[in-house]
Structures are given as structure tokens and as C-alpha cells.
């Protein structure tokens, strides 16, 4: 395949689409959190997904499995974790049968600050989503994100 290959200048034109597609949700969710909730649109996405760990066996998340779930880097994510940490939204302690393991649990404030944020997430969601369907070029992805059906 060459440069001008139509092939080429299409999956392109579709990649920068779906890169468009996912800035405009991504700020448009950033700024709500922020503004109503002094959060950022990592730390929310962290604490979700910190949330739905439980204290059954495979329950808990190595960092690896955090990091990949919130798209960071291992590093970016557990100085993200002290951050939410030093917040008091998160806490850190050693496993029990694993002493090189190290669980990290969202506090009662942490789950507060989740459920509070929720419906600022969702309708951040709601709102780019529209938006982005007004535009051709974005209309069919908005269509697939809305057919999506993730396992949960």
C-alpha cells in the first residue's frame, strides 16, 4: 500500500474521525467533572474501576490490570493513586497472603464522590454523543458507540 492508496486514505480519514469522536467526549466530560465535582475525567474513570473490584479470589486488581482499564501507564497510574490517595478517596494496604502485593480500595468518600459524579459523567456523555450525531462524519460512530454491547 502507498500513501495515496484509497484504502489507505480512508481508514485514515475514519481514524481521525474516531480520534475527533473520542476528544469531544473527552473534554466535554473533563469539564463537567471538574467544574462540579473537582475531578478529573482519569481520577473518575479510576475510581470506577476500582469500585467494582470485590474481596473474593481474583477480586482485586494488580496495578497492571489498573493501568490497563484507565489507559495509563503503570507509573502515571500509581502516582494517579496517590493522588486520589492524599484526597483520602482511595486507600492502599499490603495483601494478606501475598506480602509483595499491594490492594488498593476506594474509602466511603471515594464511593460518595463516585455516585455523586455519576450522573455528571453520563450526562457529559449524553451531550457529546448528540452533538457529535449532528455531524456527518461522526454520526455513524456515535451509531456504533450506541450499539455497543460490552459485556459487564
Request: aromatic letters at 2%; a negative charge; glycine letters at 6%.
Amino acid at each position: 500500500m502507498t500513501a495515496t492508496d484509497p484504502a489507505m486514505t480512508a481508514l485514515a480519514q475514519s481514524w481521525c474521525a474516531l480520534s475527533l469522536l473520542h476528544g469531544q467526549i473527552e473534554s466535554r466530560i473533563e469539564k463537567a467533572l471538574q467544574s462540579g465535582h473537582d475531578l478529573s475525567a482519569r481520577e473518575y474513570s479510576l475510581l470506577d474501576v476500582l469500585s467494582r473490584q470485590h474481596s473474593g479470589p481474583g477480586g482485586h486488581l494488580q496495578m497492571k490490570q489498573v493501568a490497563d482499564a484507565v489507559v495509563l501507564s503503570q507509573s502515571a497510574t500509581t502516582r494517579l493513586v496517590a493522588r486520589l490517595e492524599d484526597r483520602g478517596l482511595l486507600t492502599r494496604y499490603i495483601c494478606d497472603t501475598d506480602r509483595r502485593g499491594i490492594y488498593t480500595d476506594v474509602t466511603e468518600e471515594g464511593r460518595a464522590l463516585l455516585t455523586a459524579a455519576r450522573p455528571t459523567n453520563d450526562a457529559a456523555l449524553r451531550e457529546a454523543l448528540d452533538e457529535a450525531s449532528r455531524n456527518p462524519e461522526l454520526a455513524p460512530l456515535v451509531r456504533a458507540v450506541e450499539e455497543l454491547k460490552v459485556p459487564a
